[in-house]
């Protein structure tokens, strides 16, 4: 059965530094999002990414954050200068189309120290 | 703006018993899609089900049943016979067509325990 691919799976990272998480989602899919879950906490929308642009952004989804789909397999999540607060799980999606259910990746727990 | 609310942060039960998790949603639309997630201890998102708003028939799978009641935007999820397999955080959720891409909303969900 295909599967959203989320790497690594768990990054640790000083504060300040960059960090990309990798994600290949499903592959005849179209509709790709970020979504990250603080440690016991709700699953919150970061950005959605359709036809090679961003389609819709949620209010933590800041300057500090950017996506890419460099090669029409990737999606990265790219956090230029991390902060204590970026610290979460962070969940890759995908959608074949916009009314089907998103399938979640595996997740990467990033930890900023 | 969308908002789902899962009211019950824990619930606890011994095995073989049924369990209810309830959801309420908020929307200003009429066309909209509800959704069940699990979360197991291992971290990631299992779909369960999707309902459309147009649909209001329950539905069942096997020991899970869905319970859609738009006159009270209600969407819940009973386990009958309850397993330990089934202990993890459960999340309901909520798209809408007014994100253009109609990402999710989810409740802050409800950690279900099931005990031997």
């Known amino acids: 059965e295909p599967e959203v691919t989320q790497t690594p799976s768990h990054q640790v990272t000083q504060m300040g530094q960059e960090v990309i998480l990798h994600c290949v989602p499903i592959s005849n899919h179209l509709y790709f999002y970020w979504y990250r879950q603080i440690l016991g906490q709700k699953v919150e929308f970061l950005v959605s990414?359709?036809?090679?642009?961003?389609?819709?952004k949620s209010e933590i989804f800041d300057d500090q954050f950017s996506v890419e789909r460099p090669d029409g397999s990737n999606f990265t999540l790219k956090i230029r200068s991390t902060k204590l607060e970026d610290s979460a799980m962070y969940f890759c999606?995908?959608?074949?189309?916009?009314?089907?259910?998103?399938?979640f990746g595996q997740g990467t727990r990033l930890t900023v120290v | 703006a969308q908002k789902v609310t899962q009211a019950q942060t824990e619930i606890s039960v011994v095995e073989k018993e049924d369990v209810t998790l309830d959801c309420v949603y908020e929307t200003r639309d009429t066309t909209y899609y509800l959704f069940w997630y699990k979360q197991p201890p291992s971290g990631e998102l299992v779909f369960l089900i999707r309902r459309n708003s147009f649909d209001e028939q329950n539905e069942i799978s096997g020991r899970y049943s869905w319970n859609f009641q738009k006159s009270t935007s209600s969407f819940n999820f009973t386990i009958t016979a309850s397993q330990v397999v089934d202990s993890a955080v459960y999340f309901c959720a909520l798209s809408e067509p007014s994100g253009s891409a109609r990402q999710l909303t989810f409740g802050s969900g409800t950690q279900l325990t099931v005990l031997p």
């Open positions: 990414f359709y036809n090679n642009e961003i389609s819709e």
């Open positions: 999606a995908s959608r074949g189309e916009v009314n089907t259910e998103a399938f």
